[in-house]
């Protein structure tokens, strides 16, 4: 889940770079992007985890305001620091990770202010239903990344979803029907050549 998520941030990151009038093309930097969940476990406490792999593309035209992305998270990649849960999470009774290997994220809808993203609303695609998502930023920033000197944007966003909504409804209400899905994103402009 938090993999869409940053699939929806690396969206939004792309779309207030000022570098000119055409599309740019940004990528997702996998070692500084991260997707969180949380949920509620038996009204105790609340327990996170996070998924490893995420990947994807981002287009942004600065000038027409206008842009795209699309980002795949691999389902098997959640990762809670606990084995055995781990392996829970991917079965049936969660992610189903041999039927449903990807969540997918595709936003084309990106709401600026003062040249600032502000939320960035698309598609989430989880266990075969695909439901609208808004994630809401609390900081955005682009700037020249100071090693690789290219574009680079980054921030920070976050959304709630009912799980159940895409059908994963095990061990509800003990288990947390709502999830809240942060999201920590960078990404860049490929140097001419990369990419």
Known sequence: MQRLLAAGFAGAVLSVTAVGAQAAEYEIDPTHTFAHFEISHLGLSHFTGRFEDIDGTVTFDAEAGTGSADIVI????????????????????????EKYPEIRFSGDDFEVSEGKIMAVTGELTLLGETKPVTLKFSNFNCIEHPMRKVPACGGNAVTRIMRSAFG?????????????????VEAFKPKEGEG
Request: glycine fraction near 4%.
């Open 168 to 184: 994963m409804d095990a061990y509800v209400p003990a288990v947390g029907d709502e999830v809240k899905l942060s999201i920590e």
């Open 74 to 97: 691999d389902a098997s990649s959640v990762s809670t620091g606990v084995a055995d849960l781990d392996e829970h999470l991917r079965n049936e009774d969660f992610f189903h990770v």
